[in-house]
């Protein structure tokens, strides 16, 4: 009987050790924030969207335009090897995201850019002509 209350005991240990020490400590810290923040704005030629993303390269990102849908995604993973030592625990670290964005009609897909710079994504989405506001004017009665 003292080996099965061992072994509870056991298994309560690591359920106390997993659940109680933060669901984050198990799956890592950046699981709850691993949709970047986003913002939207529009111009008179443009929408603009700027991507919090610190710590990418710009070869990290994956933007694609299917069906008027801008998809931007990230894929990274992160490990320290280190050769000559035994391991009880080796954590290996993977980040990744993808967030999609239904496009206005207005939108001219094919003239889409964008750039990273300081840990901020930037896309440009230049609308078409016939899109674009035309400034106000007065018309004159006859």
């Known amino acids: 009987m003292s080996n099965l209350v061992n072994f509870n005991s056991g ?19 950046d699981f709850a924030s691993n949709v970047p923040s986003v913002n939207i704005s529009e111009t008179a030629d443009d929408f603009k969207i700027e991507l919090a993303a610190p710590g990418l390269k710009k070869v990290d ?24 030592e035994k391991f009880a625990r ?9 967030r999609s964005f239904q496009l206005p009609e207005g939108v001219e897909s094919n003239a889409i850019v964008a750039s990273y710079e300081s840990g901020i994504l930037g896309i440009i989405l230049p609308k078409k002509e016939e899109a674009k506001e035309l400034p106000p004017r007065v018309i004159q009665v006859n």
């Open 61 to 84: 990102f994956d933007i694609n335009v299917e069906k008027n849908t801008l998809t931007i995604s990230t894929n990274k993973e992160n490990s320290n090897e280190v050769t000559g």
């Open 90 to 98: 080796k954590e290996f670290s993977y980040s990744s995201f993808s």
């Open 11 to 29: 298994i309560n240990s690591i359920f106390d050790d997993l659940f109680n020490n933060s669901l984050s400590n198990f799956v890592g810290s």
